[in-house]
């Protein structure tokens, strides 16, 4: 029962701003660690930040200052917004979870939502 389904990607120009969301079904994801990853054509999937059951948060040093991670448990959806976004941010993000930690081999996955910024 447990699933996770991202939205909000699209299509930006660079300097625009975007926000993702990601809804996870089951009350258990409350206690779970959450991120966003991204995965780019020809590179390594990267986290791009995490929160964790506490609300503890982590940014790759890509994206620190430009983005913020959040979590709302009332409506059990976590949030990635996205400010001054450059062409290299361009990926497919994909929301992550995991009962200890997203950092190594999160258990459950989204299947992704696309992000392009055009320069």
């Known amino acids: 029962q447990a699933q996770l389904v991202e939205s909000g990607g699209g299509l930006v120009q660079a300097g625009g701003s975007l926000r993702l969301s990601c809804a996870a079904s089951?009350?258990?994801?409350?206690?779970?660690?959450m991120g966003w990853y991204r995965q780019a054509p020809g590179k390594q999937r990267e986290l791009v930040a995490a929160?964790?059951?506490?609300?503890?948060?982590t940014y790759a040093d890509s994206v620190k200052g430009r983005c913020t991670i959040s979590r709302d448990r009332a409506s059990n959806t976590l949030y990635l917004q996205m400010n001054s976004l450059k062409p290299e941010d361009t990926a497919v993000y994909l929301c992550?979870?995991?009962?200890?930690?997203?950092?190594?081999?999160?258990?459950?996955w989204g299947r992704g939502t696309q992000v392009t910024v055009s320069s």
């Open positions: 929160i964790t059951s506490g609300g503890t948060t």
């Open positions: 089951g009350s258990i994801f409350s206690i779970y660690a």
């Open positions: 992550a979870a995991d009962r200890v930690s997203v950092r190594y081999h999160p258990d459950h």
